[in-house]
């Protein structure tokens, strides 16, 4: 199985500032996504990260708003840009396509960061 | 992708084996099943996932009919900790997309 780190886990934010999120996986995996997850809600793809190149958006979210990096096969950023209180949410990091090992194909997620905008 | 229609709640004591099913009828060929178990303000864990008849792990078992347009996950003698969102997904053999998530079932249990 693949463990992954998100940062931060929690933080309160200002309305109006960004904040960009970590993702780290202990071992390299082929893709990378992530999701947003409001209060009580289900958990909606944000974008693919791809390495290398441009991240892969899903409708209603804008590279503008949701900048997303991917420079190696084990990290990945993404930036929540100019925050209202409707950004408030629990952002979560997704990996699939561990390198080697049976499971290989199993789509794991991180704890999530839970983001709360003032 | 194949959509699908699971109950939104469920209500059930400790000690008590729960079923959950989740209907699929759009399957594809290439699809399986997966099961995926989320608590409040962590991520979603994978619980299970099969292509047809029984599965079983440690966790839960996971039945489908031949048709595979429904499928039922089982979880034997629930206790307070399996007090959780339950996700029905379908998915792609390669594995290699993102997840589309339905409204889950919310589980509780009960003493």
């Known amino acids: 199985s693949a463990v992954i780190s998100q940062k931060p886990s929690r933080d309160i934010c200002q309305r109006g500032t960004s904040l960009t999120i970590q993702c780290q996986v202990d071992?390299?995996?082929?893709?990378m996504f992530w999701y947003r997850q409001q209060p009580g809600q289900s958990l909606t793809l944000i974008a693919t990260?791809?390495?290398?190149?441009?991240?892969?958006?899903e409708s209603g979210f804008v590279i503008d708003k949701f900048p997303i990096s991917r420079p190696n096969l084990t990290f990945s950023t993404l930036t929540v840009s100019n925050m209202s209180p409707e950004d408030s949410s629990i952002y979560l990091c997704?990996?699939?396509?561990?390198?080697?090992?049976?499971?290989?194909?199993?789509?794991?997620f991180g704890e999530g960061s839970w983001l709360t905008v003032v | 992708l194949a959509k699908t229609t699971q109950p939104i709640s469920m209500d059930s004591y400790e000690g008590q084996e729960v079923n959950i099913t989740c209907s699929h009828n759009?399957?594809?060929?290439?699809?399986?099943i997966t099961w995926y178990q989320q608590f409040p303000s962590q991520g979603p864990r994978f619980i299970i996932q099969?292509?047809?008849t029984k599965v079983t792990n440690e966790v839960a078992s996971l039945f489908i009919p031949a048709d595979r347009k429904s499928s039922t996950l089982s979880l034997p003698r629930v206790s307070l900790s399996d007090t959780a969102v339950y996700y029905c997904?379908?998915?792609?053999?390669?594995?290699?997309?993102?997840?589309?998530f339905g409204s889950g079932t919310r589980l509780q249990v009960q003493p």
């Open positions: 997704s990996v699939t396509g561990l390198t080697g090992g049976e499971s290989g194909n199993t789509i794991y």
């Open positions: 071992s390299q995996v082929t893709m």
């Open positions: 990260a791809n390495q290398g190149s441009e991240a892969t958006y």
């Open positions: 759009n399957i594809a060929t290439n699809d399986y």
């Open positions: 099969g292509y047809k």
């Open positions: 997904l379908v998915v792609l053999h390669t594995g290699r997309r993102a997840l589309t």
